[in-house]
């Protein structure tokens, strides 16, 4: 059984840095598409950041220049690297991959677990 465990999250004053990590387990042939995703208390979740398999990257423009999204393959891990942060950054965020169990299989959509991100003015 495949899963996505987050990590990462935190409290941080404005200006300041987080790394999230979004690790994939379980048995599976290759992770393509990853995004992050999060959801600010009483908001619609919004796609923050994409990585593709061929390694194309799209931010959000509330976060272009700050946000900086890459993949570790050996350890089957997505980086969220968070520069700058802002209050408005409060959220929970959430990584979901596009991930191939099997051979010839098509992608099966995966999420994490969300974890807590809390930006202090």
């Known amino acids: 059984q495949v899963q ?3 990590s990462g999250g935190g409290l941080v004053q404005a200006g300041g840095s987080l790394r999230l990590a979004c690790t994939a387990s379980g048995r599976f042939v290759t992770i393509n598409d990853v995004d992050y995703y999060r ?3 009483g908001k619609q979740r919004e796609l ?3 990585l593709t ?3 194309s990257t799209n931010y959000a423009d509330s976060v272009k220049g700050r946000f900086t999204i890459s993949r570790d393959n050996a350890k ?3 980086y969220l690297e968070m520069n700058s942060l802002k209050p408005e950054d409060t959220a929970v965020y959430y990584c979901n991959a596009q991930i191939v169990l099997r051979y010839y299989d098509s992608n099966r959509g995966y999420w994490g677990q969300g974890t807590q991100v809390t930006v202090s003015s």
Request: proline fraction near 7%; aromatic fraction near 0%; charge should be negative.
């Open 4 to 6: 996505l465990v987050e």
């Open 39 to 41: 959801q600010a208390p």
């Open 48 to 50: 923050v950041a994409s």
């Open 53 to 55: 398999s061929g390694g």
């Open 76 to 78: 089957n891990t997505v």
